[in-house]
């Protein structure tokens, strides 16, 4: 696929004066752009939630979630990467972000870095990829070489692959199990993936890392329950989850809280179930990690 024939890559009509207007009705054209960008990942749902499961389903097995990609969408691949930790409290090596150029690509843009398919592939030989393991090659166009290079050898060891690109692209759809193309169609300056298929991809991260942590038992309700209370915020973030979730005074939330060492999902179901911290864990640990089906399992467990 030619450059011109991306959409990505098209010039768009409706900002061809957006260099002669006020500030104020620039940002208008900017923003008006970007409302479409919700609407693009709405079409695609069924394919995001079909990649969700089938990397959940290989986690449970104890696989990881890769995202690799080029430039823009390597650093976003990154950037979610590096929040699951903190937000989820998983091990950093449970989703991994890889950039082309390597960390330095982080900070400093290597352009002709996108090129090396094989680096792709290196990449990914690197940090000893495995069947188990789920692969998200990000890419604007679709057919960035290093990507693709990354998508086809974690498809020969028999990896899952999923595609996030903002234009269709048939011509790889033997090598990716699943696509998820949010078409956002052109920028508002010609070629500047950044904006808003940049946005498509973040929404799209968010989505397939939230959902696949719920599946996993790190949120009950809709509170992150598995979160690390390494500092201030966090140690009150998760008093208030405690209260938010069991409605205990606070010297019950204080007690409990220690005695858990912070630990925000094994608190909650002691006060929940009425149960001490023993009885807490071996309930979590039948349920796989999920607080509401181990208040369900109470009487058959305990």
Same mark, same amino acid.
């Given at each position: 696929?030619?450059?011109?024939?991306?959409?990505?890559?098209?010039?768009?009509?409706?900002?061809?004066?957006?260099?002669?207007?006020?500030?104020?009705?620039?940002?208008?054209?900017?923003?008006?752009?970007?409302?479409?960008?919700?609407?693009?990942?709405?079409?695609?749902?069924?394919?995001?939630?079909?990649?969700?499961?089938?990397?959940?389903?290989?986690?449970?097995?104890?696989?990881?979630? =890769?995202?690799?990609?080029?430039?823009?969408?390597?650093?976003?691949?990154?950037?979610?990467?590096?929040?699951?930790?903190?937000?989820?409290?998983?091990?950093?090596?449970?989703?991994?972000?890889? =950039?082309?150029?390597?960390?330095?690509?982080?900070?400093?843009?290597?352009?002709?870095?996108?090129?090396?398919?094989?680096?792709?592939?290196?990449?990914?030989?690197?940090?000893?990829?495995?069947?188990?393991?789920?692969?998200?090659?990000?890419?604007?166009?679709?057919?960035?070489?290093?990507?693709?290079?990354?998508?086809?050898?974690?498809?020969?060891?028999?990896?899952?692959?999923?595609?996030?690109?903002?234009?269709?692209?048939?011509?790889?759809?033997?090598?990716?199990?699943?696509?998820?193309?949010?078409?956002?169609?052109?920028?508002?300056?010609?070629?500047?993936?950044?904006?808003?298929?940049?946005?498509?991809?973040?929404?799209?991260?968010?989505?397939?890392?939230?959902?696949?942590?719920?599946?996993?038992?790190?949120?009950?309700?809709?509170?992150?329950?598995?979160?690390?209370?390494?500092?201030?915020?966090?140690?009150?973030?998760?008093?208030?989850?405690?209260?938010?979730?069991?409605?205990?005074?606070?010297?019950?939330?204080?007690?409990?809280?220690?005695?858990?060492?912070?630990?925000?999902?094994?608190?909650?179901?002691?006060?929940?179930?009425?149960?001490?911290?023993?009885?807490?864990?071996?309930?979590?640990?039948?349920?796989?990690?999920?607080?509401?089906?181990?208040?369900?399992?109470?009487?058959?467990?305990?």
């Amino acid at each position: 696929m030619v450059l011109e024939e991306l959409i990505t890559e098209g010039r768009n009509p409706d900002t061809m004066d957006i260099d002669r207007l006020s500030t104020i009705d620039m940002l208008k054209k900017i923003n008006n752009e970007d409302k479409k960008v919700a609407f693009a990942v709405e079409k695609v749902i069924p394919s995001i939630a079909e990649a969700i499961d089938r990397i959940v389903e290989r986690m449970k097995k104890g696989g990881r979630l =890769i995202y690799i990609g080029a430039g823009t969408s390597g650093r976003i691949g990154i950037l979610d990467a590096s929040e699951c930790p903190p937000t989820f409290g998983v091990d950093p090596g449970l989703v991994v972000g890889i =950039i082309a150029g390597g960390d330095g690509a982080i900070r400093n843009a290597i352009e002709s870095a996108e090129d090396d398919m094989e680096a792709g592939r290196q990449d990914l030989i690197n940090i000893n990829l495995t069947s188990n393991d789920s692969v998200v090659g990000i890419s604007a166009s679709g057919r960035t070489p290093y990507v693709i290079g990354g998508l086809q050898y974690a498809k020969e060891i028999g990896a899952l692959t999923v595609g996030l690109f903002c234009n269709k692209n048939e011509s790889i759809s033997n090598i990716v199990d699943v696509m998820i193309t949010p078409v956002v169609g052109p920028e508002v300056i010609m070629g500047s993936t950044r904006m808003k298929a940049g946005t498509a991809q973040k929404l799209v991260l968010n989505m397939i890392s939230t959902g696949a942590m719920i599946k996993l038992g790190k949120v009950y309700s809709n509170l992150m329950v598995d979160l690390q209370a390494n500092n201030e915020k966090l140690i009150e973030r998760a008093r208030r989850m405690l209260k938010l979730a069991t409605g205990a005074n606070e010297e019950l939330i204080e007690k409990t809280l220690k005695e858990t060492n912070y630990n925000v999902k094994l608190a909650i179901l002691m006060i929940v179930a009425d149960v001490n911290k023993e009885e807490a864990k071996k309930l979590l640990g039948s349920a796989d990690g999920y607080i509401a089906e181990a208040i369900k399992l109470k009487d058959k467990v305990l």
